[in-house]
């Protein structure tokens, strides 16, 4: 018999020692997490149970955390560059040294040239601080990443409904039964979906995905339409057709809350030929259904006719309806018509188009709850459509996105599937009609404070940022004629036109968390040229740089001067309803990070030192009256700042009593209460105000009380966009404010007031045979910024790239496992590793973007195999279209709102001879960071 020996207990180790809970910040979602604690020091990183956002689902990045906490690659200290710019080449100050620089170089401009100073930030998420900062020093040159993120978006959707997806809204995922989503990949706002999904799939919902690629969302579909890149508006368009031949469109819901009745000048040659007949108080007319006369839209108890026409004054003046009516029921939008250039079949069209109507018509849901409406009638029900929408960069980053947008966005209304159960809801503080937004602010006078915000939403020429003779008067030539509705401005040109000198040359740049020596870039190659660039005298082109980043990006090595930001674990941030704020569209909500661990390293928060710069430079609003710094860092400007009376970044406990929701006086401990709170605070919107949100006055009374709005703003939608028409006058020669000649065409054809297709700039201009293969990125569910691929945990998941190639490609050029390829654009050539995927539209390849890392970037080693055998497709793109021989170099971009392009490129593949390194292989730069450890542990259990 065999002796067994004793078996001793093995209990697990201890975890932690301590739970902190914060916000997230690995991505844009913004969930709620518990930080365990372990001796001082982080260990474990979970999602909190009783967060309002992910309820206690983490994603990959989320649990990775921790990793980018302990990142080797984080800066240590203020450094001044000792070597040529990109070398990488710094030696440690302190930072009063650094800010010495840094006023150095920004004061005098402050008082002669403020426009000289190019403040722009990345995904910071903190741009109501940031822009209140650049306003107060007064460069008309500021804005965030959204110009080559998402813009047209988010554009297309304020001027059409007053808000758009992902931050801006989401489905009804509880009652919604069909669910179509377009271009969506699966890093944007992956939580949320992933569970709004499953309960979806749960109800016995349905999907259908429209991407050229299938992966993450799109795989799990229930149907997955591989379109053709940048046809999605000719698609959505069809769909549109074939609804409105059906008569499957919901007209109660246009009378009531569109301009579908707004009576539109249609006599071509009449003085206000596209413009709303308006009565004497300014309001627009529509006819009434009973008296057949014109009264204003919102007429308690009109019902608009939508059929009938008015002759006036000799002119003609037809429903907004019938003109959309008209357009989209043309042959040019058949099915039959479209179809091929969609890479689909004129029989999926019409399928796709019958089953959005059968749903929405169909399954139509009725809620038993009564509310009065904006114009005091009272409903005793709530009728909805289980259809909804969700769709993000890949239908936006075209030159066609505005309009792409813009036509998704109508075919939700016409279905009456927005702000309904089942349908499309917004979050607060959203919706706010485009009216209430600001208009874009400039320069009045040297030395002082911009007068008002830098981005808004122009309604017409007259609200453009140009000089008297046409010129932009932004760095970037937002709110030009060049890009007139770029609400939040074109970072992505930036560089280039600073480099050109075009409008004018800067002395100063300044970025924040902005990698634009890099993946952030279009053209990169050439961008990082000009930042090293010289003039005749032997100075840098851009005299002065100033980056701010909390690692060792790519970035970094271009700059003069580094302010060394936290890790995200390691600062007070605030998730703010004057920003982009944590709302569902239940409950306005907002939420705050804060420092559950100090840093072991020489480090600011960068808003913490834009308080201690903005009170160096004597800023309005950042010092006292006698001078001193008004706000100790950015956890007292959280606190204490107020936007207007009783309304501050934070909403929740406000007041002394801490009771206060919203509105209130300041509360010293207002921190505090949302530590012991989980980091967010939540106010749910009452059960009659949660749908109907435009037009709902208990939404509107209760949006006042909370201090979203000062007095109640109902509006309706827009299907057909007056300020659009306005820009189209201009371009006709109608007004003070022209277009110059060489753009009148373009702006006539870009700003129709009803959405129009046309073929994306970069697709008309090179030739299909010489490359005939379109070229996209997608981000991974498990990676968001370029933080990710330094990441230790997250680089086992993916730590290279590949080229992936459709069946009909690979076969064609006899590609095998292994292999490598050129990739040639009209613009660059590289060279990348391939791999073979059949799920993808047969004229199209796409990579992953960001894994791609310059060599020496981040603390990883020379021959990591991101700087290896990543790549990036950015070095084929150009922030410049093609010469077309008309002595123009034409913006790659939507020239409505000036979104960069990215999904424009089209390409040709070769195989290239095997092995590495990818193409092109810049020189390493010296890492002020070194390298990291081969391995990090501590503690209990490593």
């Avoid at 929405?360 to 009065?372: K, M, R």
């Amino acid at each position: 018999m065999t002796k067994v020996g004793k078996i001793e207990a093995r209990p697990s180790p201890k975890v932690s020692d301590e739970v902190r809970q914060t916000t997230c910040y690995m991505c844009a979602c913004r969930c709620g997490i518990n930080v365990h604690l372990q001796d001082g020091k982080v260990k474990y990183i979970e999602g909190n149970r009783d967060h309002p956002v992910n309820k206690g689902v983490l994603c990959a990045k989320g649990s990775a955390g921790i990793m980018q906490h302990y990142s080797p690659a984080r800066l240590k200290a203020p450094m001044k560059r000792v070597g040529p710019r990109g070398s990488g080449e710094f030696e440690e100050i302190s930072w009063d040294e650094a800010y010495d620089m840094a006023v150095g170089w920004m004061g005098p401009l402050r008082e002669t040239s403020p426009e000289k100073l190019a403040f722009f930030t990345g995904r910071d998420q903190s741009q109501s601080f940031t822009s209140l900062w650049a306003q107060s020093y007064g460069t008309p040159n500021y804005a965030a990443h959204g110009g080559f993120c998402s813009v047209n978006m988010a554009a297309a959707g304020i001027y059409t409904m007053g808000g758009a997806f992902w931050e801006f809204g989401q489905p009804d995922w509880d009652r919604t039964k069909l669910f179509m989503i377009f271009g969506v990949a699966e890093d944007h706002d992956s939580n949320p979906i992933k569970a709004g999904i499953g309960r979806m799939k749960a109800n016995g919902g349905k999907i259908i995905g429209v991407n050229p690629i299938r992966s993450g969302y799109n795989a799990v579909a229930d149907e997955w339409i591989g379109i053709t890149p940048g046809t999605d508006g000719l698609f959505i368009l069809s769909i549109i057709h074939e609804l409105l031949r059906a008569g499957k469109v919901d007209l109660n819901y246009l009378c009531r809350y569109t301009n579908a009745g707004f009576l539109v000048s249609s006599d071509e040659g009449a003085e206000d030929f596209g413009l709303f007949l308006r009565g004497d108080d300014d309001k627009a007319l529509v006819l009434d259904r009973e008296t057949g006369k014109p009264v204003a839209y919102d007429t308690p108890g009109t019902t608009p006719d939508l059929a009938g026409h008015l002759r006036q004054g000799g002119q003609t003046y037809r429903p907004a309806f019938q003109l959309l009516a008209e357009k989209y029921m043309s042959d040019d939008y058949t099915p039959e018509a479209v179809a091929e250039r969609c890479g689909l079949t004129p029989e999926k069209i019409r399928a796709v188009a019958a089953e959005l109507a059968r749903v929405a018509f169909e399954e139509e849901i009725v809620l038993d709850q009564p509310w009065t409406d904006w114009k005091g009638e009272k409903h005793d029900k709530m009728i909805g459509r289980p259809v909804s929408f969700h769709s993000m960069r890949g239908i936006s980053a075209h030159s066609n996105g505005f309009q792409t947008c813009r036509a998704l966005h109508i075919l939700q209304i016409l279905l009456g599937s927005v702000e309904v159960p089942g349908g499309f809801r917004f979050k607060p503080p959203y919706p706010k009609p485009p009216e209430a937004h600001p208009k874009p602010h400039c320069i009045d006078e040297p030395g002082q404070p911009i007068p008002g915000p830098h981005l808004g939403y122009p309604m017409g020429p007259e609200d453009l940022l140009i000089d008297d003779e046409g010129n932009p008067k932004r760095i970037d030539k937002a709110f030009s004629w060049e890009n007139p509705f770029s609400v939040h401005g074109l970072m992505h040109m930036v560089i280039s036109n600073a480099h050109a000198g075009d409008p004018y040359k800067i002395d100063t740049l300044f970025l924040y968390m902005a990698n634009m020596a890099w993946n952030s870039s279009m053209n990169t190659s050439e961008v990082m040229r000009m930042l090293t660039d010289k003039d005749d005298n032997g100075d840098y082109v851009i005299p002065h740089i100033i980056y701010s980043d909390a690692y060792s990006s790519e970035m970094v090595s271009y700059a003069d001067l580094i302010l060394p930001d936290t890790t995200y674990l390691e600062r007070h941030d605030c998730i703010s309803l004057l920003d982009r704020p944590i709302c569902e569209a239940e409950a306005a909500a907002d939420a705050i990070r804060w420092p559950v661990v100090e840093p072991d390293r020489n480090v600011r928060g960068f808003q913490s030192a834009l308080c201690d710069l903005g009170a160096r430079l004597g800023l309005p609003g950042w010092v006292n009256e006698d001078g001193g710094q008004k706000y100790a860092d950015y956890a007292d400007y959280i606190v204490n700042h107020e936007r207007r009376p009783g309304v501050g970044p934070l909403s929740g406990f406000r007041g002394k009593d801490g009771k206060g929701v919203g509105r209130g006086e300041v509360n010293p401990e207002q921190l505090d209460r949302y530590i012991e709170n989980g980091g967010f605070w939540v106010e749910h919107i009452p059960e009659d105000a949660q749908f109907y949100k435009p037009w709902n006055a208990g939404y509107q009374d209760w949006a006042v009380k909370i201090g979203l709005f000062d007095k109640p703003q109902p509006y309706v939608f827009n299907l057909y966009l007056e300020p659009m028409r306005k820009m189209q006058r201009a371009a006709e020669g109608i007004g003070d404010r022209q277009p110059p000649e060489n753009m009148r065409e373009r702006i006539k054809a870009a700003f129709t007031p009803l959405p129009e297709w046309y073929q994306p700039f970069e697709d008309a201009a090179v030739s299909h045979d010489e490359y005939p293969t379109h070229a996209l990125t997608q981000r991974p569910m498990h990676m968001y910024h370029s933080w990710g691929s330094q990441n230790a945990w997250l680089r086992q998941i993916t730590n290279v790239n590949r080229l992936y190639i459709p069946g009909k490609i690979w076969d064609e050029q006899s590609f095998e496992e292994g292999d490598w390829a050129y990739v040639t654009s009209v613009h660059g050539k590289i060279k990348v590793p391939v791999a073979r995927m059949d799920a993808l539209n047969p004229d199209t390849v796409w990579t992953w973007n960001a894994i791609g890392k310059k060599r020496g970037a981040w603390g990883l080693s020379e021959d990591a195999p991101e700087a290896t055998k990543g790549f990036l497709l950015n070095h084929l793109i150009n922030e410049l279209l093609p010469e077309k021989g008309d002595g123009q170099r034409w913006a790659n971009s939507d020239p409505v709102t000036g979104q960069a392009a990215w999904f424009d490129l089209r390409v040709r593949i070769e195989k290239a001879p095997p092995g590495g390194p990818s193409e092109p292989a810049h020189d390493a730069l010296k890492s002020p960071v070194g390298r990291g450890p081969q391995d990090v542990a501590y503690g209990e259990g490593f």
